[in-house]
T-cell receptor
């Protein structure tokens, strides 16, 4: 959803639990989607991507799910660790040169 | 070499100063980007260079002037900036039809 003012949506999870971060995208014509992780003071780091001809893709401890019917994207992180604490952005690609970023979700992992 | 580098890491400048931000990649990527990111917000696209030619300018004020001297380098020249221009400036590069790789950013403060 949209962030209000300076507040990022926040997901708090216990270490070892699974995390699910959600994202709604805007353009049904988008054909490429990416999840980025951004730690404090650093640039966004690529996590995983998926093309519109797929509905699921798995990486190491991460899974991205794409539901084109409702224009929804999710990132699942298995066995969440303290090092996973960061802001997570989804991004959609409408053409080959431009990414549209979502508002971001802060993931906090507590022991 | 699989990274995007940016210099300087931090920059403090007055409103009458002229400074430049630099970005470099040696991955042979054909597209390079400048983004501006304010605290708790997603990156906002400023400029895109494709094959060393400016392909997208997101209505950025003329006090920001991009330059692409060659396929590996991207500069952002700054002149007469305002305090509200203080932000993290991110550079990214991309191979065809693949994800954008981001640099660590330059933290700019305008006094």
């Amino acid at each position: 959803g949209e962030s209000v003012g300076l507040h990022l949506p926040t997901l708090s999870v216990q270490e070892g639990d699974n995390s699910i971060i959600n994202c709604a995208y805007s353009n049904s014509a988008s054909d490429y989607f990416i999840w980025y992780k951004q730690e404090s003071g650093k640039g966004p780091q690529f996590i995983i991507d998926i093309r519109s001809n797929m509905d699921k893709r798995q990486g190491q401890r991460v899974t991205v799910l794409l539901n084109k019917t409702v224009k929804h994207l999710s990132l699942q992180i298995a066995a969440t660790q303290p090092g996973d604490s960061a802001v997570y952005f989804c991004a959609e690609n409408k053409n080959t040169d431009k990414l549209i970023f979502g508002t971001g979700t802060r993931l906090q992992v507590f022991p | 070499d699989t990274e995007v580098t940016q210099t300087p890491k931090h920059l403090v400048m007055g409103m009458t100063n002229k400074k430049s931000l630099k970005c470099e990649q040696h991955m042979g990527h054909r597209a390079m980007y400048w983004y501006k990111q304010k605290a708790k917000k997603p990156p906002e696209l400023m400029f895109v260079y494709s094959y060393e030619k400016l392909s997208i300018n997101e209505s950025v004020p003329s006090r920001f002037s991009p330059e692409c001297p060659n396929s590996s380098l991207l500069n952002l020249h700054l002149h007469a900036l305002q305090p509200e221009d203080s932000a993290l400036y991110l550079c990214a590069s991309r191979a065809a039809y693949n994800e954008q790789f981001f640099g660590p950013g330059t933290r700019l403060t305008v006094l």
